[in-house]
């Protein structure tokens, strides 16, 4: 995807900020790097990777506005839900400088690369425009459970009242 020596535009990926979901995007990033592109890498505040490890990505830090009490309480669906809530707006912000400030050049954005389970770049990249590609670091036999699930509930043989909506 290199042209000339040139780098064929920039991808901007978001990882979530859990252990298993960190490791894979930036590892998507070497391997895009590798072939051209420039990569920034949108991450929240906590757990966020080190910089130093990927000296040829830019990092860039989101307020994700969680508390102590929220880190620290174990409830993953409630977190999640925080931070879907929190960063939307700061996404988009960030994104807008971007687009403004490179416009027409060769590093526009091509391209934002997001984990699954941070879904509030879909309505940021639609909003702005941009193109999107989810990476799932889930296993088939995630996939699999959860099509079987929600074909489950489609024909009225499971009811999931109470749980949060995992199913797509």
């Known amino acids: 995807m290199e042209k000339n020596g040139q780098r064929c535009g920039r991808l ?16 998507l990033g070497t391997i895009l790097h590798s072939k051209g592109f420039s990569i920034t890498i949108v991450h929240t ?4 990777p080190n910089p130093s490890n990927h000296p040829n990505f830019k990092f860039n830090p989101i307020p994700d506005g969680l508390s102590a009490e929220d880190i620290s309480s174990g409830d993953i669906v ?6 879907n809530v929190n960063c939307k707006s700061h996404l988009q912000e960030y994104l807008s400088q971007i687009m403004i400030g490179r416009q027409g050049s060769h590093d526009d954005i091509f391209c934002i690369i997001y984990d699954e389970l941070m879904y509030f770049t879909d309505a940021v990249a639609n909003f702005l425009k941009l193109p999107t590609i989810i990476l799932r670091t889930t296993s088939a036999t995630t996939l699999l459970a959860r099509t079987t699930l929600a074909q ?14 995992i199913l797509y």
């Open 152 to 165: 489950l509930k489609v024909e009225g043989l499971a009811s999931f009242q109470g749980m949060c909506n």
């Open 45 to 48: 505040q906590f757990n966020s």
């Open 78 to 83: 409630s977190l999640i839900q925080k931070l």
């Open 12 to 27: 901007v990926l978001l990882p979530c900020p859990f252990q298993g979901h960190i490791n894979p995007m930036l590892q």
